[in-house]
């Protein structure tokens, strides 16, 4: 049975439980259902809700809890001389695995029967034709080790699988009964079904936090394997990044933390002055017409994919650049070897980051209170002496917090340095050269072929936590900085 | 007072100590200038970021409404009976025997007879000639006749596409020049398209299957399209639709409605803050730990793309949907309670169907902010895979593997081929399509339910 049929048997009794309390409980006051403590359809949701509600929760945990149950029972089932030599428990696992999906698909494509895929004495090398003839990948040849544990992981599958819907089942009929057997006229139904629903809102409030704690765990876990397997001081001071998957790779942060430092701080160079003035502009001098034109448009600059952006670093801002620094370019300098390059990266993503910038400030120099303009022009100050001189320095802290922002979105952005930084990875200070990012090494390490029993995989963990933690520290030192403001005018 | 007020029409003799208001000493002059040049410095800013739009904007329509259109040639090809059904018994194992290889000699034939038709003078061999066809005819050629074995032995005309370097001469990306080193394609057979254009069967039309059509391999960017990959985006907004928007509007409606001033609610609140700042990117490695290494869920598909995605837009929603139901006003709930509602009831009957234009908007605006994402589509594995075959039913949409629009962009910038970025514009184009139309829904839904209390 499918789960998809589970899940709908549930909503079936849910539904077929709503009437049948509504209906006892109408019953109960022989249909008078002003006698009634709440509505007749709180009765009936109270039965619906007590049938899905731990059914399905015991559902969802149980489809967490099985697969994670029974790959530990089964790896435990391999020994250790069946490891081959430069392979893991978990690559093992993952052809247990293929093995064990491998029986199911031939089972049920008629290409074997039961018993035969149950057989932990077939033959290995009939076992290994049938399957591939069933049109099963295999990476490998079965061994005999592997087809135990892959015989005992189908066994352990299919037993949980059919306990699990009789208890989500039995758990559903039961809470069912009881809730309908509660129905009486005496019964506070709104009462529960709305503890129930506040708990049910309480819940999906929660999963915010439930996605934070996931992140930090998951990338923490692989982060401490990473450092069983390689010297944390060279991780975060040595001074060479260099993955070789033959082992032996100095992995070091700093020479990509600085390529993000240096890409970010162009970005920031472009974005922050026009971000800038554009505020100011639009603020204090634009009539309202030409705000009203002006600050969509620039906006929209802010909602274009950063898809977009990464592509017109590539294939039109890159060449551009080189045309004009590359060699025979129009300035005939030749300083500039290939369109990847720091400024490339860097320009775009100013570009990017205009909006971002105008419109914080936008709100901030909005914020600061028409008396201090007003002071100001009173005294004979012009437009432009008072912005500089009264509403820059009363706003500097909320621009600064715009700008630690802007900084934190540069830090953390990833398709257009993949695109346009390059992949070198090296201390130099010339923005012409190609260089390296934390977010490009991350996706370069994760694609592909990945191996999570070797550091130069999971090292992409660590680098994803320390990002993680920078702009977590940015974005929290930004927001203080500018409720704090925000607070001092309010 | 001045001295101006008190004897009127009479001009000050002594220049008093600050000069005439009517002459600008030095010091306004210059503080004028220093106002104008102020002034000057917003005006640029706003016109270089507007200028930035126009130019992204230029660039995009002129780089990528060439993948719309595809220069194809006409030929009419005998399928002769001999070549493809040797048995002669129309079985469609038999000739499900022929390979794609087995139709090439129909298709020089054909245009060997095409040419000598049209009286075009080439020294071109018939192999050579059939160069400036896609590899992909000969499979479209195949899949006809396995779909039509009836017209086995008829003449049928077909048109086929070209050759992308042809196609790009066509377009004017490819010249004479550039192909100097180019062993697919030589001066003489561009000669030769030349003759055919000017003979009217070899043109450029608008081309479908970049919209509808599968990718297509490294070989052949004159068959790739957008379409499965697209499929692949449908399905993932799915999910972010169907699990974003009902968490989202729960979790809203506690933060808003019900939550007490606690530490549980400050914690969650903090968190939904920084949940919106977090890097794209983050979201992905949650995804590849969780989703793919500890639940197993399939790579690449649009489940898992869907799920990542989720978490991403969920913050949004969040914001935007508390905007709107702060947007309505207490009055409303005090009625709701002064009439005997539970705090539930006035929730749920009167605040969020209030609320729900806005709810609305917001949601299509996460919508959109996920649909054009690729940085997390590309840890779980969306790119790379090649998405040749549309998903066969709705439960294989979710978990089999497919690509995504952004990915697909992707994917097609990094191939070797120049020819495919022009298809990662015409890719690009129609992502833009997608989320300006999503985000004009979005700001006429507002306009026309906006409500001001």
Same mark, same amino acid.
């Given at each position: 049975m499918a789960l998809s049929w589970l899940l709908l048997i549930l909503l079936a009794l849910a539904v077929i439980g709503y009437f049948a309390g509504r209906s006892r409980a109408l019953a109960s006051v022989g249909g008078?259902?002003?006698?009634?403590?709440?509505?007749p359809s709180y009765y009936g949701y109270n039965v619906a809700l007590t049938a899905l509600v731990p059914a399905i929760g015991v559902l969802i945990v149980w489809l967490l809890a099985q697969p994670m149950i029974v790959n530990s029972t089964v790896s435990g089932l391999?020994?250790?001389?069946a490891i081959p030599e430069g392979s893991d428990r978990g690559l093992i696992m993952s052809e247990v695995r293929r093995v064990a999906y491998g029986l199911d698909g031939a089972v049920s494509s008629g290409a074997m029967t039961e018993a035969q895929a149950q057989d932990?004495?077939?033959d290995i090398e009939i076992l290994t034709k049938s399957l591939k003839d069933a049109g099963q990948v295999l990476t490998q040849d079965v061994t005999q080790p592997i087809l135990v544990a892959a015989q005992k992981f189908r066994s352990m599958t299919s037993t949980g699988t059919i306990a699990m819907q009789v208890v989500v089942l039995a758990l559903a009929l039961l809470g069912a009964a009881f809730a309908y057997v509660r129905?009486?006229?005496?019964?506070?139904a709104r009462n529960v079904v709305e503890q129930g629903v506040l708990a049910l809102l309480l819940l999906a409030a929660s999963i915010a936090i439930l996605t934070t704690i996931g992140i930090v765990l998951s990338m923490l876990f692989e982060t401490m394997n990473f450092f069983q397997l390689h010297s944390w001081k060279d991780f975060f001071f040595g001074s060479t990044w260099a993955p070789n998957f033959r082992g032996g790779s100095e992995l070091s942060i700093l020479p990509l933390l600085w390529g993000t430092l240096y890409i970010s701080v162009i970005a920031l160079l472009v974005a922050v002055p026009i971000g800038l003035f554009a505020a100011i502009y639009l603020s204090e001098y634009a009539s309202g017409v030409t705000r009203s034109i002006a600050k969509p448009l620039l906006e929209i600059l802010a909602g274009i994919p950063t898809i977009v952006y990464g592509l017109f670093a590539l294939l039109t801002v890159g060449p551009a650049l080189v045309s004009m620094f590359?060699?025979?370019?129009?300035?005939?300098?030749?300083?500039?070897?290939?369109?990847?390059?720091v400024l490339t990266a860097g320009l775009v993503m100013g570009i990017m980051l205009i909006p971002f910038v105008s419109s914080l400030s936008d709100d901030i120099i909005n914020a600061v209170p028409q008396s201090m303009r007003d002071g100001s022009l009173g005294l004979g100050a012009t437009h432009s002496e008072t912005v500089r001189n009264v509403i820059l320095p009363a706003a500097l802290p909320g621009i600064v917090g715009a700008i630690l922002l802007a900084a934190s979105r540069a830090i953390g952005e990833t398709m257009i340095v993949v695109m346009a930084a390059g992949a070198i990875a090296k201390f130099s200070g010339n923005p012409f050269e190609a260089m390296t990012t934390i977010t490009t090494r991350i996706v370069s390490q994760l694609t592909?072929?990945?191996?999570?029993?070797?550091p130069e995989t999971l090292v992409a963990f660590a680098l994803g936590l320390t990002l993680f933690i920078i702009t977590l520290g940015l974005n929290i030192f930004a927001l203080y900085i500018v409720r704090k403001y925000r607070e001092q005018y309010e | 007072m001045t001295d101006m007020s008190q004897i009127p029409g009479a001009a000050p003799t002594a220049k008093p100590?600050?000069?005439?208001?009517f002459e600008k000493d030095a010091r306004t002059k210059r503080r004028n200038a220093a106002e104008s040049r102020f002034k000057m410095y917003g005006i640029a800013a706003i016109g270089i970021g507007l200028l930035m739009l126009i130019v992204l904007v230029t660039n995009i329509v002129t780089a990528g409404t060439g993948a719309f259109q595809q220069t194809y040639l006409e030929l009419d090809v005998d399928l002769k009976a001999d070549k493809l059904?040797?048995?002669?018994?129309?079985n469609i194992e038999d000739i499900k025997? *022929?390979? /794609?290889?087995?139709y090439a000699p129909l298709i020089s034939a054909a245009l060997e007879s095409e040419v000598k038709k049209l009286g075009i003078q080439t020294d071109l061999k018939p192999k050579a000639m059939g160069k400036?066809?896609?590899?992909?005819a000969q499979a479209e050629l195949r899949n006809y006749v396995l779909a039509n074995?009836?017209?086995?032995g008829k003449t049928v005309s077909f048109r086929f596409l070209t050759n992308s370097r042809v196609d790009g001469y066509m377009k004017g990306r490819v010249s004479r020049e550039s192909?100097?080193?180019?062993?697919?394609?030589?001066v003489e057979q561009l000669d030769f398209v030349d003759q055919l254009r000017d003979a009217g069967v070899l043109y450029k039309a608008f081309n479908p299957d970049f919209i509808f059509g599968a990718d297509a391999s490294d070989q052949r960017p004159e068959a790739a399209g957008i379409g499965v990959s697209m499929l692949g985006s449908l399905f993932m907004m799915f999910v972010v639709l169907a699990l974003a928007l009902p968490i989202g509007v729960a979790a809203s409606i506690y933060l808003e409605e019900?939550?007490?001033?606690?530490r549980l609610t400050d914690i969650i609140e903090v968190n939904i803050s920084n949940l919106a700042a977090v890097p794209s990117i983050v979201f992905g490695i949650l995804g590849l730990a *969780?989703?793919?290494?500890?639940?197993?869920?399939? /790579?690449?598909a649009p489940l898992v793309g869907g799920l990542v995605l989720t978490l991403m837009t969920l913050p949004t929603i969040i914001i935007s949907t508390r905007a709107s139901l702060k947007a309505v006003p207490p009055s409303i709930r005090d009625a709701a309670l002064g009439v005997g509602a539970s705090k539930m009831q006035a929730v749920f009957h009167h605040v969020l169907p209030l609320a729900a234009p806005g709810i609305l908007t917001g949601t299509i605006i996460g919508l959109a902010q996920a649909l054009g994402e690729t940085a997390p589509l590309l840890l779980i594995g969306m *790119?790379?895979?090649?998405?040749?075959n549309p998903p066969d039913g709705i439960v294989a949409g979710f978990l089999s593997p497919n690509s995504a629009m952004p990915a697909q962009i992707y994917e097609w910038s990094k191939?070797?081929?120049?020819?495919f970025y022009e298809r990662a514009w015409g890719g690009i184009i129609i992502l833009l399509i997608f989320l300006v139309t999503m985000n004009t829904i979005a700001v006429l839904l507002r306009r026309r339910f906006e409500r001001r209390w």
């Open positions: 008078d259902a002003r006698d009634l403590h709440s509505l391999i020994p250790d001389q932990g004495d077939a129905t009486h006229k005496e019964f506070r590359g060699d025979g370019g129009v300035l005939g300098v030749g300083w500039m070897a290939s369109s990847n390059a592909g072929d990945t191996d999570f029993a070797s | 100590k600050g000069g005439s208001l059904d040797k048995k002669g018994n129309r025997k *022929v390979s /794609t290889f087995g400036i066809l896609s590899k992909a074995p009836d017209e086995i192909i100097a080193n180019d062993k697919s394609i030589s019900f939550a007490p001033q606690n *969780v989703f793919i290494n500890y639940m197993h869920l399939p /790579t690449s *790119v790379g895979f090649i998405a040749s191939r070797a081929d120049p020819a």
